[in-house]
């Protein structure tokens, strides 16, 4: 099993910015890949940005210049800095890990975007 805590969300003003931190624990060895996915009321969860252990990354359109994802292999971590936050990214964002073909999900961080 793979346990993640996601942290760092909260309020912030348009064109703010954001970190967000996710730490696994547990069976750790062996994540291939963790990512970060958001869901907004009414909205079906998509995926925001993915690190690969090797360090190769992917980002959705909407996000791509604006967020970088970030991975510290040693402490098991992956960030997510978010910057020129709009409303439109205001939702809850869930950090992901991949093991061994198994998906396993934080408890999510609320991400509010507002003035």
């Known amino acids: 099993q793979v346990h993640l805590v996601e942290s760092g969300g909260g309020l912030v003003q348009p064109g703010g910015s954001l970190r967000l931190s996710c730490r696994a624990s547990g069976s750790t060895f062996g994540i291939s890949s963790m990512g970060w996915y958001r869901q907004a009321p009414g909205n079906q969860r998509e995926q925001v940005a993915r690190?690969?252990?090797?360090?190769?990354?992917n980002y959705a359109d909407s996000v791509k210049g604006r967020f970088t994802i970030a991975r510290d292999n040693d402490k098991n971590t992956v960030y997510l800095q978010m910057n020129s936050l709009k409303p439109e990214d205001t939702a809850v964002y869930y950090c992901n890990a991949l093991r061994i073909g198994m998906n396993y999900w934080g408890q999510g961080t609320q991400v509010t975007v507002s003035s």
């Open positions: 690190i690969i252990r090797d360090g190769t990354t």
